[in-house]
């Protein structure tokens, strides 16, 4: 008789995002008319930029005549856009990384969450608290969850490290030894960036104790001071205990094109194994590559024009951004990230709790945002808005937050 896979009826409640469209659909359902302005879910809304859709077109035209067609793509991805991700987002920092040391895929969500297939099934995990939901779901459904607490609401075989304000959203070292680390920077929901200094730390301390770090950098283009690390690599020692996850989603709006890639240095090696080959193997078996127009649309996101466009559409969020925050702020709000991230974390006024919040600001504002609570235990008390609108949204966001 067939039977489940039971490590699944140990997920916890419905997705948040699930929750939040829920709610959302119930409000606009007995609220006919009402204009809701959404800063909720972070996903991009600028178009992708003419650079970008110009490749598209070129590359839709080859698949349709005979001598350009392209079938499956290589196992690793397209050389063109391997080489053009090694030129630009490493070597022009001064990163030595090989283009076979990167894996093209359809994005970093498919990546980060299927990654700990290739570590043994008793590794701990370590992640931060509040945490982008994937990483802590992905581990549960592959056995990783031992027992769910109500009280702690932390599972058992997981080890959660504590952003708080106190250390600056950035965690502190756990008690317990992790074989795994997640880390996210800048980071998905506080919008906090870490440091060089503070990232080497976690190196030497992940180098130290054997451990690996797996390390998503979605939102590295949204940096914008000079001095934080946009990628693990630039840590010495990084290429013996990280893996690094980055996306297209957030720096081109890819979102809905799907486009991302791994790395994997080859000289990182657990037991004399390496890893590169491990999730070569992987990926080689259970994936067939992102579409060839969507490499070449990731490729022109390299060519002058398609860099200045994106680097446009960034600086459109990051207005909102900084807006934002300082709008907030100036309404007596205490405010966190907006400032190397899209993403704005404010606690909570009056001691609400973050779903109180919630429901406060979608039934007497019309805005909709996300309850901090949804991403650990210690998002309790916070909420996260994006900077993914348009700038009159953010306006007008701010101006029903200020009538409250
Ligand atoms: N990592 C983080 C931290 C994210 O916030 C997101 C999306 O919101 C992703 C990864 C997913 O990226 P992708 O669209 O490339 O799958």
């Not at 939040?20 to 302005?37: C, D, P, T, W, Y």
């Not at 990167?102 to 990654?115: E, H, R």
């Not at 950098?217 to 914008?224: C, D, F, P, Q, R």
């Not at 919040?357 to 008390?381: I, Q």
């Amino acid at each position: 008789m067939a039977t489940i896979n039971e490590n699944y009826l140990k997920l916890q409640g419905s997705y948040l995002f699930q929750t939040v469209a829920r709610k959302v659909h119930e409000f606009e359902s007995n609220n006919q008319g009402a204009r809701l302005i959404k800063l909720g879910i972070g996903d991009v809304t600028q178009p992708i930029a003419p650079a970008i859709t110009a490749a598209l077109h070129r590359a839709v035209d080859e698949m349709g005549a005979a001598e350009t067609f392209h079938g499956y793509a290589p196992d690793l991805g397209y050389e063109f856009l391997r080489n053009a991700i090694v030129e630009n987002e490493y070597r022009k920092r001064g990163i030595d990384i090989e283009p076979d040391e990167i894996f093209i895929s359809d994005g970093a969500k498919s990546d980060c969450s299927n990654i700990q297939e290739i570590f043994d099934h008793n590794s701990l995990v370590a992640v931060c608290d509040p945490v982008y939901p994937v990483y802590v779901d992905s581990n549960v459904m592959a056995g990783r969850a031992g027992n769910f607490s109500e009280e702690t609401k932390h599972y058992s075989r997981l080890i959660y490290l504590p952003c708080t304000e106190d250390n600056g959203f950035i965690p502190d070292f756990p008690k317990i030894k992790p074989d795994l680390i997640y880390l996210c920077f800048p980071n998905n929901p506080t919008g906090v960036a870490i440091t060089k200094d503070r990232l080497q730390e976690w190196v030497d301390y992940a180098l130290k104790n054997d451990a690996v770090i797996l390390y998503d950098a979605a939102y590295e283009a949204y940096i914008n001071d000079d001095q934080l690390p946009h990628s693990i690599y630039e840590c010495s020692g990084a290429e013996y205990c990280a893996i690094e996850f980055r996306s297209f989603s957030k720096n081109a709006g890819f979102t809905g094109l799907r486009l991302g890639y791994t790395v994997i240095s080859k000289k990182l090696k657990l037991h004399g194994e390496s890893v590169h080959s491990m999730w070569a193997r992987r990926h080689g078996t259970k994936y067939n590559g992102a579409p060839y127009i969507v490499q070449r649309a990731g490729e022109a996101v390299y060519t002058p024009e398609g860099s200045r466009q994106i680097k446009e559409q960034i600086a459109t969020y990051m207005k909102n951004a900084q807006y934002l925050k300082s709008a907030l702020a100036g309404a007596g709000y205490t405010v966190y990230g907006g400032e190397n991230a899209p993403y704005i974390w404010l606690k909570t006024p009056r001691g609400l709790s973050s779903w109180e919040f919630f429901d406060l600001l979608l039934n007497n504002a019309g805005v909709v945002g996300t309850p901090g609570s949804g991403f650990g235990s210690h998002g309790e008390g916070f909420f996260r808005l994006t900077a993914f609108g348009t700038y009159e949204n953010s306006r007008e966001a701010i101006a029903r937050i200020k009538c409250l």
